[in-house]
């Protein structure tokens, strides 16, 4: 069974959470995705941010550690709390989020 991570990150001010809405069911979650070869959890983490919202985090200390079994993948979901360190001028949206 091949091993997969798969990180979140749980940035919040002021009350406010930053999420995303995944376009394929209208579902909203922490922004994150499936960590790649070399990168470590935390890189991960600040890529994914990146690439869902244009937002620049660091990821600090680990909320919750979930694993599943999804096929033939023995999945491990890491949600870090971060906290944002930049700001995108326009907010851009990929082709899995509206």
């Not at 922490?30 to 890189?43: C, D, I, Q």
Request: with cysteine; charged share 30%; glycine share 6%.
């Amino acid at each position: 069974m091949e091993r997969v991570d798969v990180v979140y990150s749980f940035a919040e001010e002021n009350g406010n959470i930053l999420m995303v809405k995944n376009k394929k069911n209208q579902s909203w979650t922490l922004p994150g995705g499936k960590v790649e070869a070399g990168e470590s959890l935390t890189e991960a983490a600040a890529r994914e941010m990146k690439e869902e919202t244009g937002y620049g985090i660091q990821p600090l200390d680990i909320l919750a550690i979930n694993e599943a079994v999804i096929s033939s993948e023995h999945v491990y979901f890491i949600v870090f709390r971060a906290r944002i360190t930049d700001r995108p001028d326009d907010i851009t949206f990929d082709e899995k989020h509206c």
